[in-house]
């Protein structure tokens, strides 16, 4: 189980330096001495397959070098990449230097970490990447830049806004992103979702026909988690019709929701943190996720699952995290002839045990390791 942790890990670095290479470009080498290191690793935990039951210090030695795999996979998936510090606005010393190089039309910043939108963004033509560490209001672009036939603040070049807040999500802002992949909204979302006058504000995410990543982060803060679950999702087709991978946290979405999800047509990744959907049965529909490939469920208290392999017929993994109170994985699973890897991270050990009886072609992964033999 630890040769394959390390090739996920593995796989996640290429992918890295594949897809994201001008955004690591300051730590190319040390990802590529990273990966050449992995390797090495990987050849030596297949080489103590076969003798790790017999010297327990082998056995001791995999089960951490798993651990760390583990928290390394999950620090590559959720950290934002880096920027150096003179490319960071929302610092004065450096916001100053930064608006006038993008003034000039300068093409060397493509990322800023922003603490405080104090800036007027929509003046950075140049901005690709917005990744703020709160969620965060961003400015309504001054009633005086909209006049006229051709918008002068439309930034065709922004990629990324990450944690900006639901308030944000207006006609006004995000009609000057026509081009945006990434999106995550964090805040209470039922600003987002509540339909007033036959519209609401997720109407304006579904006009980002680029849009590839969506990230929903259900934040309630004073209120109090229960008062904030959002009653429902918007009909499948006010979704951005691009959209590839879907990510839920706190929303407290009652299962039969998964219907509308299970629409979308080019969804492949799906990710449902922690209380995402809350209740004790989830029946899958047939007829959706056709392109589903990745689903990981969070923190639930999920406790039967009922699903057939044709409902997910291009799923290569499932991770489960936290999901304690659940008593077996569907048999359907194991009938998945596309399906790869199988983790399991502190869940029940009756589904465990059923994980193992419907094993054929993919590879099973248990967190804690030793979690199956636990009395």
């Known amino acids: 189980m630890a040769d394959a942790a390390v090739e996920f890990l593995l796989g996640n670095l290429k992918q890295l330096l594949v897809y994201n290479a001008s955004l690591i470009s300051n730590v190319k080498d040390q990802v590529d001495s990273l990966c050449n290191d992995l390797r090495l690793l990987a050849a030596f935990v297949k080489e103590t397959t076969e003798s790790r039951n017999k010297h327990a210090v082998v056995k001791e030695l995999v089960r951490r070098i798993r651990i760390e795999v583990y928290k390394a996979e999950d620090i590559v998936d959720m950290s934002p990449p880096a920027v150096e510090e003179e490319n960071v606005v929302g610092f004065d010393k450096e916001a100053e230097m930064v608006v006038g190089w993008l003034k000039a039309d300068s093409k060397e910043l493509e990322v800023s970490s922003v603490v405080d939108v104090k800036a007027d963004l929509w003046k950075l033509l140049q901005l690709r990447h917005v990744y703020t560490s709160a969620a965060s209001d961003l400015p309504t672009p001054s009633s005086?830049?909209?006049?006229?036939?051709?918008?002068?603040?439309?930034?065709?070049?922004?990629?990324?806004?990450?944690?900006?807040?639901?308030?944000?999500?207006?006609?006004?802002?995000?009609?000057?992103?026509p081009n945006l992949q990434k999106l995550g909204v964090r805040g209470n979302l039922t600003l987002l979702l509540d339909d007033k006058k036959g519209s609401c504000k997720f109407d304006n995410i579904a006009k980002l026909s680029r849009l590839e990543k969506l990230k929903l982060l259900n934040d309630t803060y004073p209120i109090p988690p229960l008062d904030g679950k959002?009653?429902?999702?918007?009909?499948?087709?006010?979704?951005?019709?691009?959209?590839?991978?879907?990510?839920?946290?706190?929303?407290?979405?009652?299962?039969?929701?998964?219907?509308?999800?299970?629409?979308?047509?080019?969804?492949?990744?799906?990710?449902?943190?922690?209380n995402a959907f809350v209740g004790e049965r989830w029946v899958t529909p047939d007829g959706g996720f056709v392109q589903l490939r990745v689903l990981q469920i969070g923190k639930t208290d999920l406790v039967h699952w009922e699903a057939f392999g044709h409902q997910f017929p291009q799923l290569q993994r499932v991770r489960l995290k936290h999901c304690e109170q659940l008593v077996k994985?569907?048999?359907?699973?194991?009938?998945?002839?596309?399906?790869?890897?199988?983790?399991?991270?502190?869940?029940?050990r009756l589904a465990i045990a059923s994980a193992r009886s419907i094993q054929k072609n993919f590879k099973l992964l248990v967190f804690p390791p030793d979690q199956e033999t636990q009395a």
């Open 329 to 348: 994985i569907p048999l359907g699973l194991g009938d998945i002839s596309t399906l790869e890897v199988m983790e399991l991270s502190w869940t029940s």
């Open 144 to 177: 005086k830049s909209r006049k006229g036939s051709k918008d002068p603040l439309v930034n065709e070049n922004l990629r990324t806004m990450s944690k900006v807040s639901p308030n944000s999500c207006t006609d006004v802002i995000l009609a000057r992103t």
């Open 230 to 274: 959002l009653r429902g999702l918007p009909e499948w087709y006010k979704f951005p019709p691009k959209l590839k991978k879907l990510t839920l946290s706190d929303t407290m979405l009652n299962w039969e929701e998964m219907s509308v999800i299970g629409k979308l047509l080019g969804l492949e990744v799906l990710k449902l943190g922690d």
